[in-house]
T-cell receptor, first 112, second 116 residues
């Protein structure tokens, strides 16, 4: 069982480019999340989805968009990357309302 | 507003000693609290959780204490081992009856260093 799969593992991106981080889960969880992790700032919620077809904004949603067309996939898109979006991005999933989130291994994104 | 913070950024303990990691939260509406462990280069991993109708919950070598009066929770690790070295995060959620249900907000983390 793979759990949560994120891709790419690492990416260097020029500012202004569009980038999509992929996230797939095989646990049939209805809730999925995107967090970014920066040194000294912990994990901050970008967007979340409580069930397929719905999404919500987290603490730091600006510059990011998500979609939840089905249960398994929850891609995160940076429409026009900026250097402040350099971070490690974690995707997670859970049963709705559960605090037991299952995290992926992270995607390290560097925007130059 | 919501904020979850930790009292100390780094905690260093001797192997075999007990560790206590503290966390303060400010959102009185939160009713569900969770501790996560993150090892270097990996995603966070669930350790233990506690609902607001409880003061204490025990797991294997870990205990979480919740003091709602002062909005404080702690994670106690018994007989700390080198494998416990990691960053520990507390997190909070409003579990029911809110538009924020399901949004898990994390604190900044405490690094636990275990000395052999």
């Amino acid at each position: 069982i793979a759990g949560i799969t994120q891709a790419p593992t690492s990416q260097i991106l020029a500012a202004g480019r569009r980038m999509t981080l992929r996230c797939t889960q095989d646990m049939r969880h209805n809730a999925m999340y995107w967090y970014r992790q920066d040194l000294g700032l912990g994990l901050r919620l970008i967007h979340y989805s409580n069930t397929a077809g719905t999404t919500g904004k987290g603490e730091v949603p600006d510059g990011y968009s998500v979609s939840r067309a089905n249960t398994d996939d929850f891609p995160l898109t940076l429409a026009s990357a900026v250097p402040s979006q350099t971070s490690v991005y974690f995707c997670a999933s859970s049963d709705f309302g559960s605090g037991e989130l299952f995290f992926g291994e992270g995607s390290r994104l560097t925007v130059l | 507003g919501e904020s979850v913070g930790l009292h100390l950024p780094t905690l260093s303990v001797q192997e075999g000693d007990n560790s206590i990691i503290n966390c303060a939260y400010s959102n009185s509406a939160s009713d569900y609290f969770i501790w996560y462990k993150q090892e270097s280069g990996k995603g966070p991993q669930f350790i233990i959780d506690i609902r607001s109708n409880m003061d204490k919950r025990q797991g294997q070598r870990v205990t979480v204490l919740l003091n709602k009066t002062v909005k404080h929770l702690s994670l106690q690790i018994a007989a700390t081992q080198p494998g416990d070295s990691a960053v520990y995060f507390c997190a909070e959620m409003k579990a029911h009856g809110s538009s924020n249900t399901g949004k898990l907000i994390f604190g900044q983390g405490t690094t636990l260093q275990v000395k052999p």
